[in-house]
């Protein structure tokens, strides 16, 4: 697989840092959660907004090391959605497993799911989905502002 003459492992090593960033801010609720933090502090705590932010400092990086276009956008949201929504799935799956609920099974954060398998199963699917749809959304028009400003030639609007 080739974009914009990019491969798999060039698009994993722009994100891999953020690939840390949202793997910590993930295991912090948790630890916040399971220490019994104020409810307040540990709503702030948010992988879906580690993610959001890294997506768009994913595009940054994009447009500054000029790696690729809009393709490269969508497929760098892909990464970091199926991230987070693998993480999230394991902390279901890690419930399920020892019978204590955590904070990604509480009722106010994991709806109204029925089962723990099918909280993972939407996680996997309608998670990483609509995460890709909406970081695509968000990065292109980053990067359509970042190509919009003084001073970027043609070519490097592509």
């Not at 879906?48 to 400092?57: E, K, M, P, R, Y």
């Not at 990086?61 to 949201?77: D, E, P, Q, W």
């Not at 399920?96 to 099974?105: D, E, H, L, S």
Request: aromatic share 12%; net charge positive.
């Amino acid at each position: 697989m080739n974009i914009n003459g990019h491969g798999f492992r060039d698009h994993l090593h722009l994100v891999a840092p953020l690939y840390g960033l949202i793997g910590a801010v993930w295991a912090l609720r948790m630890i916040l959660a399971a220490a019994g933090a104020p409810h307040g502090v540990v709503v702030m705590v948010s992988v879906t907004v580690a993610t959001a932010f890294s997506i768009l400092v994913s595009v940054m990086l994009i447009h500054v090391r000029r790696f690729g276009s809009y393709s490269n956008v969508v497929f760098v949201a892909f990464l970091l959605s199926v991230w987070e929504n693998f993480l999230i799935a394991a902390a279901v799956a890690i419930a399920a497993v020892t019978g204590r609920g955590n904070i990604y099974t509480a009722l106010e954060y994991s709806g109204r799911t029925p089962t723990y398998l099918a909280h993972v199963i939407a996680q996997m699917t309608f998670g990483v989905g609509f995460g890709t749809i909406f970081g695509t959304a968000m990065g292109w028009f980053l990067l359509w502002m970042l190509r919009q400003l003084p001073g970027e030639t043609s070519s490097q609007k592509r």
